[in-house]
T-cell receptor, first 115, second 115 residues
């Protein structure tokens, strides 16, 4: 069974600064995927970034990048040049390959961006 | 077009009512999901459909009845719900349950209140 742990229930960052959200996971599979999802208050959950476990290169999407440490089972999200619109609940999620694929979510980190 | 739509946006129902939630996607995805989400918690998987067949039922009470009429539509029929069933119900879809990178795209959700 997979587990995903987000150890920071809440974080805050000043506008234009950089913040890193932590995530660790545990899986016995070699084929798996990792995701960060963003859910603004009362709004839709959207995919921020994804990482395939077999890829060594860290994924990047504009101001969002990950630090994927496979041996340590760590998958942190870095947000650069933080904007007010980045304020949201961020969920780290893991999905194993196989016939019963489903996502396991962490408990989430609530990010506040201060002007 | 990476869009999943859900209707209605809000629903208030009594414990003796029968209602349905609807979800639609036009991305050609063959896997569709229902999740339940309580405030400030991660989504909890309820059902997974793959190629219009029920693949996963996470031991959901029978007062929730899913239906997949075709590859684009997913319904959740509700009957004799309890107040603790009040939550945000999210629909999601992904390209395929068994192949490829299986990121899920979420709809905006239906906010359900059971009185």
């Amino acid at each position: 069974a997979q587990t995903v742990t987000q150890s920071q229930p809440e974080m805050s960052v000043q506008e234009a600064e950089t913040v890193t959200l932590s995530c660790t996971y545990d899986t016995s599979e070699s084929d798996y995927y990792l995701f960060w999802y963003k859910q603004p208050p009362s709004r839709q959950m959207i995919l921020v970034i994804r990482q395939e476990a077999y890829k060594q290169q860290n994924a990047t999407e504009n101001r969002f990048s990950v630090n994927f440490q496979k041996a340590a089972k760590s998958f942190s999200l870095k947000i650069s040049d933080s904007q007010l619109g980045d304020a949201a609940m961020y969920f780290c999620a893991s999905g194993e390959g196989g016939s019963n694929y489903k996502l396991t979510f962490g408990k989430g980190t609530l990010l506040t961006v201060n002007p | 077009d990476t869009e999943v739509t859900q209707t209605p946006k809000h629903l208030v129902m009594g414990m003796t009512n029968k209602k349905s939630l609807k979800c639609e996607q036009h991305m050609g995805h063959r896997a569709m999901y229902w999740y339940k989400q309580k405030a400030k918690k991660p989504p909890e998987l309820m059902f997974v459909y793959s190629y219009e067949k029920l693949s996963i039922n996470e031991s959901v009470p029978s007062r929730f009845s899913p239906e997949c009429p075709n590859s684009s539509l997913l319904n959740l029929h509700l009957h004799a719900l309890q107040p603790e069933d009040s939550a945000l119900y999210l629909c999601a879809s992904s390209q395929d349950l068994y192949r490829g990178v299986r990121e899920q795209y979420f709809g905006p959700g239906t906010r359900l209140t059971v009185t």
